[in-house]
C-alpha cells in the first residue's frame, strides 16, 4: 500500500468524508508534509471503491454542486489494519537498531 | 485557474470517469488554493491512469473466460485424438497389430484436463503451467514431421495459435475463485462438436470441398453454439472476447488462401519439398497479434461512438 492510500483509508476510518475533507485532514495529519492534489486523490478514490475498500456514504449539494462523502467499508478497516501492524513490526525493527546502534558506538552518532 | 480552464482538463479523463467524478472533482480544484503547473500535471496524470485502468478493467475477467473456454476446447480435441487413438488399437489388436501411440496423445489431454481445472479453480500458476506444456506438445507435435510436409505445422496453426492464446489469457486472466462462465456447457457441446469434425476430416478447415454434408452440418452446428455462448456475455465481455478470438479466427483463412499455394507446391513436387521461409515466418507471428490489437482498436471506437 502506498503512502497516499494509507492516508486516504486513515482519514475515512475517522469518520465519513467528502474529497476536499480528506485533502486538508491529510494535510493535517501529516503536519502540511502531505497534501494531495485532485488528481491523486480520486485516481485513489476510484481504486479503493473498485477494490471495495472504500463506499459512498452519502451525496449533498452545495452551491449546486455535488458532494459525495465516502466511507471505509470492513474491507477497508481489515485492510488499514493489516498495513498499521505491518508498519508497526517495521517501525519497531528499526527501532530497536537504532537502540542497538547507538548503544554500540557508545552515543555517538556515525 | 478559472473553471473554463479545468473543465477543459477534466475533458482529458475517460467519459465515465467524468460522470462520475467530474463535478466532485471540479469543486475541489475550485476549492483548492494552488492553481499551477503542478496542478494541471497531476490532472493530466490522473487522467493517463484513469485511461489505463478504464482499458485493464473487465479483461482480466474476459482473459479468465478465454482461459475457461479455450482449455475446453483443446481438451475436447485432445481426447478425441486419444479415443480415435484407442479405437484403432482395439481393432488393431485383433489383427496381430499393435499400432505406436504417440506419447503426446496421452499427455496433451492430461495437460489441457490440468489447464481447465486450474482455469476453472483460480489457479493460475497450474493453469499458466498446464498451458506451458500444452502449447510446447501442440508445437512439437507437427513439427516432428516438419521436415517430410512442412504443411502439418500449417494445418495445426490454429491450434497452436488456440494454445498460445489460452496460455496468454491464463496470465492475464484473475484467479478470483471458482468460475463456472455463462453457458459453459454450450461450448463444452461445441468442442465435443468439433473434436468429431476433427477426428472425421482432420484437415476439413483447409478443405471445405472435400468433405461430406454430414461434417458441414456439425462445423454448423459448433459455430452456432460458440456464438449462443458468446451472445449469453454482457455486451462489453462479448467485445473482450471477441478480441481474443480474433487470433484464432483469422488463422484458418490465413492458411487456408495465404498458403494455398505453398502447400499445392509440396503436394505435388515431394521429391523438391520447399521449407516455410522467414517471410512466412514472420506472417504467421504478426497476423495474430495484429488481429487482435485490430479487434481491440475497431471495438474501443465502436464503444466509444456509443
Sequence with gaps: MNEPTFLILTALAGESRHGYAVIEDVEQMTGGRVRLRAGTLYAALDRLRGEGLIEVDREEVVQ?????????????????????DRLRAQATIAEGRLRARRTNFGGATA | MTEIRYRRLLALYPRDFRQEYGDEMLGVLMADPRPGVVQTLDIVRGAILAHLRASVTGQSQAARIVQIFGAMLLLGFSLRRLTGVVIMMATATADGYTPHVPAADWVRPVVWGVALAGAVLGWRVLGAGAATIGLTAEILVPFQSYADTPATVLYAYWLIVAAAVVLIAGLAGDDAGVLWPRGWWLVAGAAAALAVVVARAPFAF?????????????????????????????????????????????SVPLVRYGFIGFIEFNMRNPDSTRLLNPLHWAVLVIVPAAAFLGAAMLTNRTAAAR
Design chain 1, 64 to 84: 449546486s454542486r455535488l458532494r459525495r462523502y465516502y466511507r471505509l467499508t470492513g474491507a477497508g478497516e481489515q485492510s488499514l489494519q493489516t498495513e498499521t
Design chain 2, 206 to 250: 483447409f478443405a471445405f470441398g472435400y468433405i461430406g454434408s454430414a461434417d458441414l452440418l456439425t462445423i454448423g452446428v459448433t459455430v452456432s453454439l460458440l456464438l449462443v455462448a458468446l451472445l449469453m456475455q454482457g455486451r462489453d465481455l462479448r467485445r473482450r472476447l471477441l478480441c481474443w478470438a480474433a487470433p484464432i479466427v483469422v
